[in-house]
């Protein structure tokens, strides 16, 4: 039975949605920020129930995340209800062959390279008395686009290291972004603030 405040687990168990989207849907404003941070982190209430309406309305519906951010933003509690009710019905909510989302495009690139690695090379009719060298497997992700463009270019030293921002979503279209590392409860003290301005911009604030 899963309990008042859920944990990340929970909620994966409870719905059969993968905690890595689960994570996603939180970064891109369609659920709510956890309670607490850390590996112990709790979730609101509604949480579940917010998971299984964006199912209904993603699979059942067929609409796009980006019609569900806007639903998720003016529909009533009651229609949040609706919405997961249809979800809790369904079975099978994650296709074996599904793309994974955003969150884990670096895993699915991984994933895609391992098994290119793994697949055996097809045996030469006329063996040769030469070693075979070991084929290469073809560059994906960040590594193609890095091959392409710096074609016939010469590499660049390094000149400055990246900035460190920290981007806490509000809503689909608002978040707060600070520019530099911050002790932990400075984030934390801002992470309350961009829940309290979600409340104000949904009309949950009284």
Request: some cysteine; glycine content about 6%.
């Given at each position: 039975?899963?309990?008042?405040?859920?944990?990340?687990?929970?909620?994966?168990?409870?719905?059969?949605?993968?905690?890595?989207?689960?994570?996603?849907?939180?970064?891109?404003?369609?659920?709510?920020a956890?309670?607490n941070?850390?590996?112990?982190?709790?979730?609101?209430?509604?949480?579940?129930?917010?998971?299984?309406?964006?199912?209904?309305?993603?699979?059942t519906?067929?609409?796009?995340?980006?019609?569900?951010?806007?639903?998720?933003?003016?529909?009533?509690?009651?229609?949040?209800?609706?919405?997961?009710?249809?979800?809790?019905?369904?079975?099978?909510?994650?296709?074996?062959?599904?793309?994974?989302?955003?969150?884990?495009?670096?895993?699915?690139?991984?994933?895609?390279?391992?098994?290119?690695?793994?697949?055996?090379?097809?045996?030469?009719?006329?063996?040769?008395?030469?070693?075979?060298?070991?084929?290469?497997?073809?560059?994906?992700?960040?590594?193609?686009?890095?091959?392409?463009?710096?074609?016939?270019?010469?590499?660049?030293?390094?000149?400055?290291?990246?900035?460190?921002?920290?981007?806490?979503?509000?809503?689909?279209?608002?978040?707060?972004?600070?520019?530099?590392?911050?002790?932990?409860?400075?984030?934390?003290?801002?992470?309350?603030?961009?829940?309290?301005?979600?409340?104000?911009?949904?009309?949950?604030?009284?």
């Open positions: 039975m899963i309990t008042e405040t859920p944990s990340l687990s929970e909620l994966a168990a409870a719905s059969g949605v993968e905690a890595r989207t689960i994570r996603s849907w939180v970064a891109q404003g369609l659920l709510p956890p309670l941070r850390g590996p112990a982190a709790r979730y609101p209430a509604e949480t579940l129930e917010r998971i299984f309406a964006i199912c209904a309305m993603r699979e519906l067929g609409m796009p995340m980006a019609e569900i951010r806007k639903e998720l933003l003016v529909a009533s509690p009651d229609k949040i209800e609706a919405y997961a009710l249809k979800g809790k019905g369904m079975e099978h909510r994650r296709p074996a062959a599904a793309a994974p989302d955003a969150a884990g495009a670096l895993d699915y690139i991984g994933s895609l390279r391992a098994k290119i690695a793994a697949t055996p090379a097809r045996a030469d009719p006329a063996p040769s008395p030469a070693p075979t060298p070991a084929i290469r497997p073809p560059a994906l992700g960040f590594e193609a686009l890095e091959n392409r463009l710096g074609e016939g270019r010469r590499r660049p030293p390094r000149k400055s290291l990246a900035e460190t921002w920290l981007h806490i979503p509000v809503t689909p279209d608002v978040s707060l972004s600070v520019r530099g590392p911050l002790e932990a409860e400075q984030q934390v003290r801002l992470e309350r603030c961009a829940d309290y301005i979600r409340d104000i911009l949904l009309g949950r604030d009284k």
